[in-house]
Nanobody, 124 residues
Framework: QVQLVESGGGLVQAGGSLRLSCEAS????????MGWFRQAPGKDREFVAS????????IYADSVKGRFTISRDNAKNTVYLQMNSLKREDTAVYYC?????????????????WGQGTQVTVSS
């Protein structure tokens, strides 16, 4: 079992930055692709970013491309999401997820482990 705990969310003004962290415990995530998803009120959960097991490959949703950066530190069993130039539409609960496979994945169905989420609120 892999337990995931997100942190780093909060309230930020539009144009600002936040860095989310996702710390894993229970098992190493070094062989797993990791992802970030988000869910805004009244909307479905959506893909944000994914990183391969080694960190050598990343993919992003078009809505965050160029503003968000996913990274990982396998020695610390931790994944990060650096969010810059935040917009009001980025407001959501952000979830970290671990896949059973090593390559990047954008579908939530391919992630078997999920954190509880961290709230990000962007004000104008």
């Amino acid at each position: 079992q892999v337990q995931l705990v997100e942190s780093g969310g909060g309230l930020v003004q539009a144009g600002g930055s936040l860095r989310l962290s996702c710390e894993a415990s229970g098992r190493t995530i070094s062989g797993k692709a990791m992802g970030w998803f988000r869910q805004a009120p009244g909307k479905d959960r959506e893909f944000v970013a994914s990183i391969s097991y080694s960190g050598g490959s990343t993919i992003y949703a078009d809505s965050v491309k160029g503003r968000f950066t996913i990274s990982r530190d396998n020695a610390k069993n931790t994944v990060y999401l650096q969010m810059n130039s935040l917009k009001r539409e980025d407001t959501a609960v952000y979830y970290c997820a671990a896949s059973a496979v090593g390559w990047v994945r954008s579908s939530a169905r391919e992630y078997g482990y999920w954190g509880q989420g961290t709230q990000v609120t962007v004000s104008s």
